[in-house]
């Protein structure tokens, strides 16, 4: 149980880098701005026309007698909203990293740095372009996963009971680890490590995962904190890779905001 208030630790520290270093956090708020704008215009449109799109979807119910036909189609207007919230959710780190590629690879570079006993940091040595596209591709093949699980919660979220009680949690936890995975993609693929072995690396410490991914996920629910969180949530991944990799961190007792007696 140890590694979920390590996980959880790694988000603070990240948040009180950032803090520390106001213009890389000034940097960072600009993608994740651009991608809130273009997730509520979706939204938006979702909860205008969600309703005029379930009833396109389901002519079968037309004649149902009053009440059932508003609420069958409200439940799933309700569900169809739900299930959009969770993947915007799923999926604005991976729209957001991509949007703001060479910022939050700047930033993850200078914690790196910062971090690091010899006060280097590891270089991938690829052009912007091939980064750009690696990021692509392993964020569409992260989406395919992440809808995957969408789908099966939403399919689930129908069985009485477990579906109002179980399947949020059971949400919640896969939306942690797929935020840790994009995250920790940024320090990861610098270092070379590939996806399969990401997920690997992931898997093996779940709870470390969960502990950051998870809190995260959760606030992120909250409207416009995605935003504010996200050069923080790259700061503090970047530690969670060096911690997954086994890597030294100078000023370990400071990182993991221990106290530290004063001269």
């Known amino acids: 149980m140890r590694d979920l208030g390590v996980g959880f630790g790694r988000l603070l520290s ?7 270093h106001g213009r890389q956090y ?7 701005l651009i991608t809130l704008v273009l997730y ?10 969600g309703e005029d799109a379930v009833t ?10 009053s009440p059932w036909l508003g609420l069958f189609r409200g439940f799933l207007t309700a569900v169809l909203f739900a299930l959009a919230l969770l993947l915007a959710v799923l999926t604005f780190t991976a729209v ?3 949007v703001g590629q060479p910022f939050y ?11 690091s006993p010899d006060g280097t940091a590891p270089q991938s040595g690829l052009p912007l372009h091939r980064e750009l596209w690696i990021s692509i591709r392993d964020s569409a093949r992260i989406l395919v996963r992440a809808m ?7 399919a689930l979220g129908f069985v009485p009971f477990v579906g109002q009680t179980v399947v949020p949690v059971i949400g919640f936890f896969v939306t942690g680890f797929f935020l840790t995975e994009e995250l920790t993609a940024i320090a990861l693929q610098r270092r070379g490590v590939e996806l399969r072995e990401r997920l690997a690396l992931l898997r093996s410490r779940k709870l470390l995962v969960w502990g950051f991914g998870t809190p995260l996920g959760l606030a992120f629910l909250v409207p416009f904190v995605a935003v504010f969180l996200m050069p923080g949530a790259v700061a503090g991944a970047t530690l969670l890779a060096r ?11 400071e990182t993991e905001g221990e106290q530290v007696t004063p001269a």
């Open 14 to 20: 990240g948040q009180r880098w950032v803090a520390r």
């Open 26 to 32: 000034g940097i960072g708020l600009l993608p994740g």
């Open 40 to 49: 509520a215009a979706a939204l938006f449109a979702l909860a205008v026309w």
């Open 56 to 65: 396109w979807a389901t002519p079968f119910a037309d004649g149902w007698a």
């Open 96 to 98: 957001t990293l991509v």
């Open 105 to 115: 690879e700047s930033l993850s570079e200078t914690v790196d740095r910062d971090v």
């Open 148 to 154: 995957v699980w969408g789908v099966l919660l939403f």
């Open 243 to 253: 911690d997954l990799l086994g890597e030294e961190t100078a000023g370990e007792r």
